[in-house]
């Protein structure tokens, strides 16, 4: 039989889908393991990006801090929670919680910061709040940058959830390991095709929430944001 | 009575100094092998973003294709990237190249579109007057003004590939990563410190080192922002 036949053949042998090992139950603790660090780490990074981006002052420390973040690799990030927590669910949590926080934090800032000051002044001359101003004005204006930045920290953290099945956490990443180790490639690239799934889903249905909460008037090209933010956070 | 993995942690300190002196040729190697590795993916990633850079910004109509075709490379996992390819390229080089070559593509190619783009029409128009043709123009006034733009995305898939060629350690290469994995699978602490420590040393020593190169080849930028 042809390798791919013997794929199809894996994933067509119901073993594969049920019970603890089986895709659903791995395919849910992949997702679940994402979203609880992606909900914990934008509780962290987002007031404190939007925070500094508001008042305007401690930017360069923030921006310094996720700049370094994102040169530690998210493979020894896990291995070091190891060391500190022990296996299982903690170290691929807290590996990933860190991992989502520099995308977030440096794009709600830039998003905060680009907000034109004299669209802030003609608010508060048209006798809005402070509140009102950061609510109803600066923070729809920065959303689709916020929105970038929350998709980017998804996207890694659903990637980086993969290597979490090192750390005997299960989720996808368990078939690639696995097939790994007993060197079946069958098993292997099944599982990478999963996980690849998952991630261009994950990536296509955020960029539909994105295009959703944009507002309007500020619907820009695609691929233009990716840039702004890059440039804007290596400068 | 403790459980064994805490007596051993608190035995186990962050660094050994011993073992590190007694391994400085392996942890030479590991560094080298990642440095090998992740200049060559920086080029080769260059080679085929430039040309496919260039294309997506003449020829609209390509531009699409050619951000989705990279936008999904970049999206897909380091680790199910290269296991889908193991079974036709093996545990090799090349399967870890492939690999990080993809991920560059999106960065670099959004980044020469980026500059290029924003090179002004009058700057264009004026070459046009002083007679340069196309090409001319194109490397001795289009490119050069696009520099700074480019060796941004340049310096963050750098730092990115260094990041990456960690992972590569699961498929047998690995760099500095062969060191984490080591620390991992040993339940030791010291490699995993050497080699994180110096991975994200690598990142830093990178982005400094392209930032100056950047300010070396544009003379002309010097003191101005290019943010």
Same mark, same amino acid.
């Given at each position: 039989?042809?390798?791919?036949?013997?794929?199809?053949?894996?994933?067509?042998?119901?073993?594969?889908?049920?019970?603890?090992?089986?895709?659903?139950?791995?395919?849910?603790?992949?997702?679940?393991?994402?979203?609880?660090?992606?909900?914990?780490?934008?509780?962290?990074?987002?007031?404190?990006?939007?925070?500094?981006?508001?008042?305007?002052?401690?930017?360069?420390?923030?921006?310094?801090?996720?700049?370094?973040?994102?040169?530690?690799?998210?493979?020894?990030?896990?291995? #070091?929670?190891?060391?500190?927590?022990? $296996?299982?669910?903690?170290?691929?949590?807290? /590996? +990933? !919680? @860190?991992? %989502?926080?520099?995308?977030?934090?440096?794009?709600?800032?830039?998003?905060?910061?680009?907000?034109?000051?004299?669209?802030?002044?003609?608010?508060?001359?048209?006798?809005?709040?402070?509140?009102?101003?950061?609510?109803?004005?600066?923070?729809?204006?920065?959303?689709?940058?916020?929105?970038?930045? #929350?998709?980017?920290?998804?996207?890694? $953290?659903?990637?980086?959830?993969?290597?979490? /099945? +090192? !750390? @005997?956490? %299960?989720?996808?990443?368990?078939?690639?390991?696995?097939?790994?180790?007993?060197?079946?490639?069958?098993?292997?690239?099944?599982?990478?095709?999963?996980?690849?799934?998952?991630?261009?889903?994950?990536?296509?249905?955020?960029?539909?929430?994105?295009?959703?909460?944009?507002?309007?008037?500020?619907? #820009?090209?695609?691929?233009?944001?990716?840039?702004?933010?890059?440039?804007?956070?290596? /400068? | 009575?403790?459980?064994?993995?805490?007596?051993?942690?608190?035995?186990?300190?962050?660094?050994?100094?011993?073992?590190?002196?007694?391994?400085?040729?392996?942890?030479?190697?590991?560094?080298?092998?990642?440095?090998?590795?992740?200049?060559?993916?920086?080029?080769?990633?260059?080679?085929?973003?430039?040309?496919?850079?260039?294309?997506?910004?003449?020829?609209?109509?390509?531009?699409?294709?050619?951000?989705?075709?990279?936008?999904?490379?970049?999206?897909?996992?380091?680790?199910?990237?290269?296991?889908?390819?193991?079974?036709?390229?093996?545990?090799?080089?090349?399967?870890?190249?492939?690999?990080?070559?993809?991920?560059?593509?999106?960065?670099?190619?959004?980044?020469?579109?980026?500059?290029?783009?924003?090179?002004?029409?009058?700057?264009?128009?004026?070459?046009?007057?002083?007679?340069?043709?196309?090409?001319?123009?194109?490397?001795?006034?289009?490119?050069?003004?696009?520099?700074?733009?480019?060796?941004?995305?340049?310096?963050?898939?750098?730092?990115?590939?260094?990041?990456?060629?960690?992972?590569?350690?699961?498929?047998?290469?690995?760099?500095?990563?062969?060191?984490?994995?080591?620390?991992?699978?040993?339940?030791?602490?010291?490699?995993?410190?050497?080699?994180?420590?110096?991975?994200?040393?690598?990142?830093?020593?990178?982005?400094?080192?392209?930032?100056?190169?950047?300010?070396?080849?544009?003379?002309?930028?010097?003191?101005?922002?290019?943010?």
């Amino acid at each position: 039989m042809t390798f791919f036949g013997q794929v199809v053949q894996w994933f067509l042998d119901s073993a594969h889908w049920q019970g603890d090992v089986g895709i659903p139950n791995r395919l849910f603790e992949h997702v679940s393991i994402s979203a609880e660090s992606l909900i914990a780490a934008a509780l962290i990074a987002l007031p404190v990006g939007i925070a500094v981006g508001h008042i305007g002052r401690g930017g360069n420390l923030a921006m310094n801090i996720s700049n370094v973040g994102r040169a530690v690799p998210s493979f020894a990030l896990l291995v #070091i929670a190891i060391h500190l927590v022990g $296996i299982g669910f903690w170290p691929a949590f807290i /590996a +990933l !919680v @860190a991992l %989502g926080i520099p995308p977030m934090v440096t794009n709600s800032y830039v998003g905060m910061r680009e907000v034109d000051a004299d669209v802030s002044e003609a608010a508060r001359g048209m006798g809005m709040r402070a509140r009102t101003v950061l609510w109803r004005v600066e923070l729809p204006i920065a959303a689709p940058l916020i929105m970038a930045g #929350i998709r980017t920290s998804a996207i890694n $953290i659903v990637a980086t959830a993969t290597l979490a /099945a +090192l !750390v @005997a956490y %299960g989720g996808l990443g368990r078939f690639i390991i696995d097939g790994l180790a007993q060197r079946d490639t069958v098993q292997l690239f099944s599982g990478a095709l999963l996980v690849a799934l998952l991630s261009v889903g994950v990536e296509l249905g955020l960029r539909v929430l994105q295009r959703i909460t944009t507002p309007v008037g500020l619907r #820009i090209k695609a691929g233009t944001q990716e840039v702004r933010t890059a440039r804007l956070s290596t /400068a | 009575m403790l459980p064994t993995g805490i007596v051993g942690a608190a035995q186990d300190p962050w660094i050994r100094w011993d073992w590190i002196s007694a391994h400085i040729p392996v942890i030479r190697n590991a560094l080298v092998q990642h440095i090998e590795l992740t200049v060559i993916a920086v080029v080769v990633g260059l080679l085929i973003a430039v040309p496919l850079g260039l294309l997506a910004w003449r020829q609209n109509i390509l531009r699409g294709p050619i951000f989705s075709v990279t936008g999904i490379l970049y999206t897909i996992p380091s680790l199910s990237l290269f296991a889908i390819l193991i079974p036709f390229t093996g545990l090799t080089v090349l399967t870890a190249e492939i690999g990080l070559v993809s991920y560059t593509l999106l960065i670099l190619i959004l980044n020469i579109v980026e500059g290029m783009d924003a090179v002004p029409q009058e700057v264009r128009e004026s070459a046009r007057g002083m007679g340069y043709r196309s090409l001319a123009e194109l490397l001795r006034i289009d490119l050069p003004l696009a520099i700074p733009t480019i060796m941004a995305g340049v310096r963050i898939a750098t730092v990115t590939t260094i990041g990456l060629v960690t992972v590569t350690a699961l498929i047998g290469e690995g760099g500095l990563g062969s060191l984490i994995l080591d620390g991992l699978i040993r339940d030791f602490n010291t490699p995993l410190v050497v080699g994180t420590f110096l991975s994200v040393l690598l990142a830093v020593v990178a982005d400094i080192g392209l930032a100056g190169l950047q300010r070396l080849i544009t003379p002309w930028s010097r003191g101005r922002s290019t943010a």
